[in-house]
């Protein structure tokens, strides 16, 4: 009959349109998923031997023609069919075809629903271990390089105004925290992923005397899922991995989004090594920023992602529905973005070399120690809103006389707090503006180091 070479062909008395096979054909991009499908199946096969459901016998058959599968895929010269519609199939009909009809055993008690449950669980378990280093590495990085700018002074921004003095190895171990939460939020999606899935069946579970428990040992998975309606319709874990990973993505962004700045002529505050900068077409003096612009450009993508996997699964009515199908790209796009931007964030971040004198010029004005006269009032017993306002007043004038805080004399001082004496200058002092501030969490010195020997001490260096 026509569709018997379906493996679900028994019911059709017509061949698939052509133009259905590739519509439908997901090869072209689960085929990376082999590994996983391959690694699940074996699992299902000895569980299936164990149960006395195949035999022995045909259980070495399965198994050993999966392994000569894995090779020929490994080895890239297994011969994949464009009429096949997934990796499942491609690996069951090559089985069947390498050891003859006991090959379609190995489907007893599961379904594609299950498997591919599977795959995904596994594959994207790899796969968060994997950003999980690459977090770690770019984190390490920041530490290094906060080490080893220490006593490098910086502006620090609100409203992209100056606001006041910090060091710079307070801003970057901001992003380490940053990058913090990240990491602690993929520990917690990997829990969630860690449930194994497979026993589902199509939706109902299996007639089969299964062991559930077995396979999920052999997998190394900690939980085995409780609801099989659940388990074979459950993309939550996609979509919270690319949630986090766009957290992710938007704090690197924001990161390259300083870089981009400061690395132009009108900041002058950092410059990026050659070898992550690019030069223009037209224009011989240019040195562009362009990886820090594509990782900037590249968040947005993997928003997309969020938004694809999100409006998938919005309508989706119970169980499994081919829609699902729509998953695995948005992950594998988001995995592959965010890997590659945090290994190529990380060696770019090595290699940064910051102008300290321009960052310490630019420290020292806009008025940067505002705040410090203002705390230098209070602590002379004047509320603080007054402190505020006479401070903003004196800064009026220094604006309308063009002159610095520090340059004005103790007379002009006056004019704004007739009890005004020498030891005012002292809290308009940059340093000793960034000294004061040796509170748990404050960019003095001091705190900064204790917080680099808590990081490094935890084994987060």
């Excluded at 590659?340 to 090595?350: F, K, R």
């Excluded at 203002?374 to 903003?392: C, N, Q, S, T, W």
Aim: aromatic content about 8%.
């Amino acid at each position: 009959m026509p569709g018997q070479k379906k493996p679900w062909g028994g019911r059709f008395s017509e061949p698939t349109d052509s133009r259905v096979e590739e519509f439908t054909s997901s090869l072209h991009f689960d085929r990376r998923l082999y590994p996983y499908d391959i690694e699940g199946s074996i699992a299902h096969c000895r569980m299936l031997a164990a149960q006395g459901i195949v035999s022995s016998e045909e259980a070495e058959a399965i198994i050993a023609g999966l392994q000569d599968i894995l090779k020929d895929m490994e080895a890239g010269t297994f011969p994949f069919s464009s009429d096949l519609e997934d990796i499942h199939m491609a690996i069951e009909s090559s089985l069947i075809g390498r050891i003859g009809q006991v090959g379609g055993k190995l489907h007893t008690a599961r379904s594609r629903n299950d498997q591919i449950s599977l795959d995904m669980r596994l594959y994207l378990r790899d796969e968060v271990n994997t950003v999980l280093d690459l977090v770690a590495g770019l984190q390490a990085v920041l530490v290094r390089v906060a080490g080893r700018e220490i006593d490098t002074i910086l502006p620090g921004y609100t409203h992209l105004q100056k606001a006041q003095p910090v060091l710079l190895a307070h801003y970057l171990l901001a992003y380490w925290e940053m990058l913090d939460r990240d990491a602690g939020r993929l520990r917690e999606c990997r829990e969630r992923i860690n449930v194994m899935p497979l026993g589902s069946a199509a939706l109902a579970g299996t007639g089969f005397p299964i062991d559930r428990k077995l396979v999920a040992e052999l997998l190394d998975f900690p939980k085995v899922s409780k609801n099989s309606m659940d388990a074979v319709s459950d993309r939550d874990f996609v979509a919270e991995f690319i949630f986090d990973a766009s957290l992710l993505m938007m704090h690197m962004s924001r990161f390259c989004e300083d870089l981009i700045l400061w690395s132009g002529e009108e900041f002058g505050f950092v410059a990026l090594s050659d070898a992550f900068t690019t030069g223009s077409s037209i224009m011989p003096q240019k040195k562009n920023p362009d990886v820090a612009e594509l990782i900037r450009g590249k968040t947005g993508r993997v928003y997309g992602d969020l938004t694809a996997i999100l409006t998938v699964m919005k309508g989706l009515p119970m169980t499994y529905d081919r829609d699902l199908q729509e998953d695995k790209e948005p992950l594998f796009d988001a995995v592959d973005t965010v890997t590659a931007s945090l290994a190529v964030l990380a060696d770019m971040t090595e290699t940064l070399t910051f102008n300290r004198a321009a960052m310490l010029k630019a420290a020292a004005g806009g008025f940067s120690t505002a705040t410090d006269v203002a705390d230098y009032l209070v602590m002379k017993g004047i509320p603080f809103r007054e402190a505020h306002g006479i401070v903003g007043r004196l800064v009026g004038y220094c604006i309308e006389k063009q002159k610095d805080m520090s340059a004005l004399t103790i007379e002009e001082i006056r004019l704004f707090w007739k009890d005004a004496d020498g030891d005012i200058y002292a809290c308009m002092d940059v340093a000793g503006s960034i000294g004061a501030r040796n509170i748990i969490g404050g960019t003095a010195r001091e705190a900064v180091l204790k917080r680099i020997g808590e990081i490094e001490s935890a084994g987060i260096d």
